[in-house]
């Protein structure tokens, strides 16, 4: 059996980061992650769009709109100083009619109150800023908004973090926990405090350890059409106005760090955690548990997740996907958007009792575990300040 002070599980961009901001406030405690994969980022974290979100979506008493600003200076601080490659392109949001202009005027407002920069702007100036984009009289224009790849991120991250003492533990897959031991396919482990960051298996986890009783996540897969035309043809990401009823922003344009557009992503209810495509990684009991999960908002739920389901799953038809994206945007080949790219699948957390998706970030947590529960767009954004959360209230729970 091995020991450690402070065991993370799940390698992701939250993992990896809770695990340096423990280290840096116990420097002499072994700090221990936990992966069931050969690397960081094999699953969400990984596999997001890679935007750095500016945070004028989320209500001003939301955690989201806390970290997301922050979180956007500080991701872009680390890649500059790092040198990794950075598309400070913004984003314009679009309106189709008439109606979306009163959702923009409350995306101006969460802007205001949570401190962001954002600019309303006619459709001439937003022509101005991309000479392709279509919107309804008016549109919104985010400069701080930006793209990079995960990956190179998440490298980085995890190379400061060994250097800075934390160890790591690859291709080593959780297990259970018994009489105060994680157990795992390498052998028991006997934590001081464990923090669970484990994403699409957080809710599970937090089962052994008595937490997540209203909860359980309902993954939903995002899939992207990417352009064969030469990079730099769009300036800058072209989103929709969304609906704020739900955590999903809708199908846009992404700019990559190469330049290179995509369109999507897509959020279809997915049937087991890893359901990537066709039947690769099935699992019976997760896809039962998903199913019943999903007939419970089927029969009940607070938004419409029939419809928000029929109308997602139509988008594995690149036609719609691209007839969708087209509205934005005044020209557009779509026989050059011709390939799908990586799918990647959100770890949507849903109030059981209640019935509907949360919206925000949830922690549940005592004196010897912590379960970050939900932690879905924008947690590539937030990573490093509400990591920094996380280790306070680990700190604080450890009294």
């Not at 969460?110 to 954002?118: S, Y």
């Not at 043809?233 to 609906?243: A, E, G, K």
């Not at 087209?326 to 011709?338: A, E, G, I, L, N």
């Not at 799918?343 to 209640?354: D, F, S, T, V, W």
Request: glycine content about 10%; charged content about 25%; overall charge neutral.
């Amino acid at each position: 059996m091995s020991t450690c002070d402070f065991l993370v599980l799940g390698g992701g961009i939250i993992g990896v980061n809770v695990a340096r901001e423990l280290k840096r406030a116990y420097p002499d405690a072994k700090v221990v992650v936990l992966e069931k994969e050969d690397g960081c980022g094999r699953h969400t974290s990984g596999r997001n769009s890679g935007v750095l979100h500016a945070g004028f979506y989320y209500t001003a008493d939301s955690l989201k709109a806390r970290f997301t600003k922050e979180g956007n200076r500080a991701l872009t601080e680390f890649c500059d100083h790092h040198g990794i490659p950075i598309n400070k392109c913004g984003k314009l949001v679009v309106a189709k009619d008439e109606a979306e202009l009163k959702t923009m005027d409350e995306l101006i407002a969460r802007g205001k109150a949570n401190g962001i920069e954002l600019q309303s702007i006619t459709a001439a100036e937003a022509r101005e800023i991309e000479p392709l984009v279509a919107t309804h009289e008016r549109g919104l224009f985010s400069p701080t908004t930006s793209s990079v790849d995960p990956m190179q991120v998440l490298a980085k991250m995890q190379e400061d973090a060994l250097a800075e003492g934390v160890e790591f533990r690859f291709s080593t897959r959780y297990l259970g926990f018994k009489n105060g031991q994680v157990l795992t396919s390498g052998g028991p482990v006997e934590a001081g405090y464990t923090v669970n960051a484990a994403g699409l298996y957080a809710d599970s986890i937090a089962r052994d350890f008595g937490f997540s009783q209203d909860y359980s996540i309902v993954p939903f897969k995002g899939i992207y059409l990417t352009s064969s035309r030469k990079p730099g043809f769009l300036r800058t990401n072209i989103y929709p106005v969304p609906n704020l009823k739900n955590p999903f922003l809708g199908v846009h344009f992404t700019v990559t760090v190469s330049g290179m557009v995509k369109i999507g992503p897509t959020a279809i209810p997915a049937f087991w955690r890893e359901h990537y495509e066709g039947l690769g990684n099935f699992e019976l009991g997760e896809c039962m548990e998903v199913l019943v999960n999903q007939m419970r908002l089927l029969t009940g739920s607070t938004f419409d997740f029939a419809a928000l389901s029929m109308e997602e799953f139509k988008k594995y038809s690149k036609r719609h996907l691209l007839n969708l994206a087209s509205t934005m945007v005044t020209d557009m080949d779509p026989t050059q958007f011709d390939k799908w790219g990586k799918p990647g699948l959100r770890a949507q957390l849903i109030n059981i009792k209640k019935k509907c998706l949360e919206m925000d970030f949830i922690l549940e947590a005592d004196k010897r575990s912590l379960h970050v529960l939900n932690a879905v767009s924008p947690g590539f954004t937030c990573s490093i300040p509400f990591s920094k959360f996380v280790c306070e209230e680990v700190i604080k729970n450890l009294g």
